[in-house]
C-alpha cells in the first residue's frame, strides 16, 4: 500500500453543516465518521499500529510520527483492535481486514492464555508475560472479540464458541457472585465494580448473536438485571461504579462516582436490551441514564461529555476522555431509533452534537490518529494515540450506520 501523508493539522472541520433537519444532519455526520475513518484511520493503523516484528497490535503510536510508544501491551487492547478490523471490514474497507483480525487473534491466544485457562492482563511487545493478575474487564473483552470473530470467520465457529463456553464456565466456577454476576478476585478484593459487567454484557450479547442457543441471552438478562436491581441509585436513578460485597454502593467515597460516558454506555445497552426482551423498565432506566448524561455530564464551555460525577450530580473530575463522547454517540442514536417525532428529532440532534465533540479529538497529525484526555482548560494532555480508543470510535460509527439505515 502507499505510505500514509504525515499531514498537518488544523485540517478539519470543526462541526457538521446543519441543514435544519435532524435526520439530515445525523446521517451527514456519520457518513463524516465513516469517511474519516475509511480514509484515515484504518490505514494509519494497518501502516502502524501492527507489530510486523513481533506479532499482535501496538499499544499507542506516536502523535505526529505515527510511530510506536514503548508500552507493554494490554490484554483489554488486542481483543479491541481485533473487532475494530472486523468491523471495517463490514464497512466495505478494502485493506486486509480478515488477515489483519485473523493474525490478532492468533497471536492473543498464543501469548494471553494462561494453564488455567485465564487472560495474563498485559505481555512486553514481544509477547513475554508481565502482568498474569485476573481482571474480569479483560475476559469481557476476550470474550467479546471471539463473538465479533465467530461472526467474521464460520469456518472457525466450532472452535470459537467452544473457548467461549468453556471461559464462562471457568468464570462462573471461580468469580461467580453469590447474587449475581462476578466478583472481582479469588480471594475477594474491593471495590466490586460495576465496568467489567458493562462489557460483559455487551459481550453477551454479541455471543447471543451467533449462540442463541447457548448461555449468553441468559448471562444478558443476569446483568441487566444486576444493573437494574444494584448499580443503578433507585433514588435518581443514576449508575454508579463501585460497590461493597452485597453490591451496596461502597461506604468510602468511591461509592459517590457517577460517570457520564457510563450512563451514556448503559443506556445504549439496556435501551437495546430493553427492546429485545419487551422490557420497558429497563427502556425507561436507559432514557433516565441518558438524561442525567446530558443534563449533568456535558461541559457547557467544551461542549463535550466529562469523566465523572459525584451521587448529587455535581462535577467530581472535568476531565473529558475520547470515549465519553462515543458514548453519547451511541445512546443518542439508539434511543433516536426508539422514539419518533420531535422526540426523535431531539436525540438526532444531541447525535450530532456529539459527533462534533468526537472530532474535537480528531484534529491531530497524522489524520486517523486522536488524542485522549481534554483537560479543564480546554487543552490536551501530551501523550501517544491509544489504541483501545479505536473500539469505542468504531462501535460508535458502526451504531450510527446501523440506526441511519433504519431511520432512512
Known sequence: ?????????????????????????????????????????????????????????????????????????????????????????????????????????????????????????????????????FDLYNHAFTLFALGQAVAAFPELKQALLSDANTLLALLKARYAHPERGFREANPDRLPLCSNPHMHMFEAALALSDVEPEGPWPALADEIATLAMTRFIDAGNGGLREFFDMDWSPMPDDRGRVMEPGHQFEWAWLLAKWGALRGNEEARAKARRLYEIGMTYGICPARKVAIMALNDDFSVRDPLARLWGQTEWIKAAAVLAEQSDGAERDTFLADAVRAVDALFVYFDVAPLGLWRDKLLADGSFKEEPAPASSFYHIICAIAEARRVTDRLT
Open 1 to 133: 500500500m502507499s505510505p500514509v501523508r504525515i499531514a498537518g493539522t488544523g485540517q478539519m472541520m470543526s462541526s457538521t453543516e446543519r441543514t435544519g433537519k435532524p435526520a439530515s444532519d445525523f446521517q451527514a455526520a456519520t457518513n463524516r465518521l465513516t469517511d474519516w475513518l475509511l480514509s484515515s484511520a484504518l490505514p494509519v493503523w494497518q501502516e502502524f499500529g501492527i507489530d510486523l516484528e513481533n506479532g499482535g497490535f501496538h499499544e499507542a503510536l506516536e502523535l505526529g510520527t505515527a510511530a510506536p510508544a514503548d508500552l507493554p501491551k494490554r490484554a483489554r487492547v488486542q481483543p479491541r483492535q481485533i473487532y475494530s478490523f472486523i468491523e471495517g471490514g463490514r464497512f466495505g474497507w478494502q485493506g486486509p481486514w480478515q488477515k489483519i483480525a485473523r493474525n490478532g487473534l492468533d497471536w492473543f491466544q498464543a501469548h494471553y492464555r494462561l494453564e488455567d485457562g485465564t487472560v495474563a492482563a498485559a505481555v512486553a511487545p514481544d509477547g513475554t508475560k508481565t502482568d498474569v493478575s
